[in-house]
């Protein structure tokens, strides 16, 4: 089996799984079908609970019956997802996409970059993870922002529904490309285990005794959460700077093209500099950033934006590439999957404290809590992280 043959596959599903030109129009579809803005808010509670229910089991599924199958599962529920949607007509038809939807997203989360490393692994090439995860990253981020760029063109010229018959059509050609991946073995050390509780015990028994890796992980996780709230929110920080809405496409594309250059160059870092220097670097930045658009509205705020997702974009293929490297594959999409849950835990906590201070002052004050808690998180890691990275 040809490692390189694999990622290239992984390419272009990744691609054409993230080529969706629904989610340019989706609010104003849901609202053209007579769906509230309360049954909006109902409909992502049930998506946010399905991924947090299903993240963890998914990802012990596929480490026990083949990471190739549940990718091809989560892509094959994006495909009627996006059927149901052509055809929906009522608020329980978009609660069943939501359903769906997050079982397909948890389905793929663990497995893609398990059965990447893997692959990688069987040829002797796992060093290079960063480099490819990153390279996939990237062209997550290059898809979707080929998307939104035509999205909204094409929905003007032909209608919302053109939309999602492209969506579908391209979660299609993902899906045929996803049955010519090649499983590669995996390499264990452990012994068998035969149950959903032994892959959660020994998981949380291995977070326990590796503490450098727990630390890496919970720093992903983190980091994760807070960028949520740029991605969530940005469009009201910059309401609140009163800067056009003409604008607001041109800086929703810099904000995806500025985390590229840390997912592809992460790779090139880890091997020149320790990981805790990375981190406490990486860190400070977002804190500051944070600190800064909480206090200074102006212009210069969107750069400290922009600085943000740099910084995230690196530590993403960073924190992944140093977890992935230290665990037995027979365990590999289920800590992964552990990692995509604990940064799901997170943005529902922080967004307790974010909705608090954004509902009672505004939303600098909502960014203004963030940049507590990353400050916080800041002097944790530069005291725990002495020891143990």
Known sequence: MNDFNNT??????????????????????????????????????????TVILFEVPTGIIADRWGRKQMIILGILLGCFEFLILVFASSFWHFAVVMLIAGIGNASISGSEKALLFDSLLFTGNASTFEKYVGRLHAIELISALLAALSGGFLAHRFGFEFNYWISLISMLIA???????????????????????????????????????????????ITGAVLNYIDEFWQLYLKGLNIPVLYFGLFSASM??????????????????????????????????????????????????LIICICTGLIEPTTTGYLHHRIDSSLRATLDSFQNLGEKIFIMLIGVGFGFFASKVDIFGGFGFISLMCLIYLFCFLFTSKRYL
């Open 8 to 49: 290239k596959k992984l390419y272009l599903i990744c691609f054409f799984n993230h080529f969706i030109l629904a989610y340019v129009i989706e609010r104003l579809f849901w609202e053209q079908h007579g769906i509230t803005i309360a049954q909006v808010v109902y409909a992502e509670m049930i998506y946010s609970l």
């Open 175 to 221: 899906l045929c490309l996803s049955f010519t991946l090649v499983e590669p073995p995996i390499k264990s050390e452990l012994d068998e285990l035969t149950s959903i509780k032994d892959y959660v015990v020994t998981s949380l028994r291995f977070f326990r005794n590796h503490p450098g890796i727990y630390l890496t992980v919970l720093t992903g996780m």
């Open 256 to 305: 995806m093209i500025s985390r590229i250059p840390g997912n592809l160059f992460a790779h090139i870092l880890i091997r020149r500099y320790p990981y805790r220097t990375i981190f406490i670097v990486m860190l400070s930045a977002i804190t500051f950033c944070f600190l800064y658009i909480t206090w200074i509205h102006n212009i210069t705020s969107l750069i400290m934006i």
